[in-house]
């Protein structure tokens, strides 16, 4: 058996209704994010799957034990599972119990005390300084190597260049995720005070100061629009005519090509600018508290990460410079 998600409608109606009544839960009561429902929805899907191919039965939620989600951490782990993706069916699952017993479907968690594989200790990916510089003015440079025939591919408008340029400064300048920059509004924008109101997830609202440069190049990019956003209009649009809001995918697709355009590798994802703009603070001197707050992280122990990032980064100094090293 392999690990693709297979359609629900081998579950019994009743079981198949309260994974509906989940989701819609996460989208409208939890606002998670698409990502979030469609892979915790996915993970539901695959336990089912198999359950049924395994224990030769649909899966009754209020029936299982924790046996079987012992055995189903042995068939992920067969698979060679990365721990990772193990933690993240099982998040699901969890919080999928926990939905049930507040509806009263289960009295207890059957996955309670099951020992997961620990996350391994990867460091976040980021940017150096210089590198977020260059990255800043790829949509510029490309353009220009458009208008001068000397870059390959589509044609590139001044329009979409100026708003590449803007959701750069934003990201970097605010420390945004995808789906919270995709989300702006241009009431969330305090241009006296120099402050955005972010919608992150669970629905938490932040304010999260934003950079002159950043400010600046917003309202180049709206003075070349044929009607500027007003209201609660998308900050960033899809497209120059239209108001619908430029999407987590689109963006996803111009960063690649702004990384090759500034020799940086094109894999990285949006989140990376993230994990730099958090690291660029801290080594500057931020204190971890008040990085936590402008991320919008629940828990401190999710930023200290960075720290590990500055802490390896200055062993390295440190070796490298000091006699007695």
Not at 10 to 34: C, M, N, Y
Not at 44 to 53: G, I, K, Q, R
Not at 97 to 109: A, G, I, Q, T
Not at 214 to 236: D, H, R, S
């Amino acid at each position: 058996m392999n690990l693709k998600a297979e359609p629900t409608s081998s579950l019994p109606a009743i079981e198949e209704q309260w994974i509906q009544k989940f989701l819609g839960h996460l989208a409208t009561d939890r606002g998670a994010s698409v990502y979030t429902q469609r892979n915790y929805q996915q993970a539901l899907t695959e336990f089912s799957h198999w359950h049924l191919t395994e224990r030769k039965s649909p899966a009754a939620w209020e029936k299982l034990q924790r046996d079987d989600f012992r055995g189903y951490l042995r068939f992920l782990g067969r698979n060679k599972l990365s721990r990772a993706a193990t933690q993240l069916r099982f998040s699901a699952l969890r919080t999928f119990y926990k939905f049930l017993m507040r509806h009263r479907v289960v009295e207890s968690l059957p996955i309670k005390n099951i020992s997961l594989p620990k996350l391994e200790k990867r460091l976040p990916r980021f940017l150096t300084k210089q590198q977020m510089e260059e990255l800043l003015v790829a949509p510029a440079k490309l353009l220009a190597g458009r208008q001068q025939k000397k870059s390959p591919g589509r044609p590139i408008s001044a329009e979409v260049c100026q708003r590449d340029v803007a959701v750069l400064e934003t990201i970097y300048s605010c420390g945004l995720r995808i789906s919270e920059l995709c989300g702006l509004r241009v009431d969330d924008l305090d241009w006296n005070e120099q402050i955005v109101r972010v919608r992150g997830k669970g629905k938490k609202e932040r304010l999260v100061p934003i950079g002159e440069p950043a400010l600046k190049a917003i309202q180049t990019y709206w003075n070349g629009l044929l009607e500027p956003p007003l209201g609660l209009q998308p900050v960033f649009r899809a497209d120059t005519k239209k108001a619908a809001p430029l999407s987590p995918l689109q963006l996803s697709r111009r960063l690649k090509t702004y990384l090759a355009v500034a020799g940086l590798d094109p894999a990285l994802t949006p989140h990376k600018l993230r994990h730099s703009y958090a690291t660029h603070l801290l080594d500057a001197g931020a204190d971890l508290r008040s990085v936590q707050e402008l991320l919008g992280h629940a828990h401190l122990i999710t930023t200290q990460v960075y720290t590990h990032v500055t802490t390896e980064r200055l062993k390295r100094a440190y070796d490298a410079a000091h006699p007695r090293a």
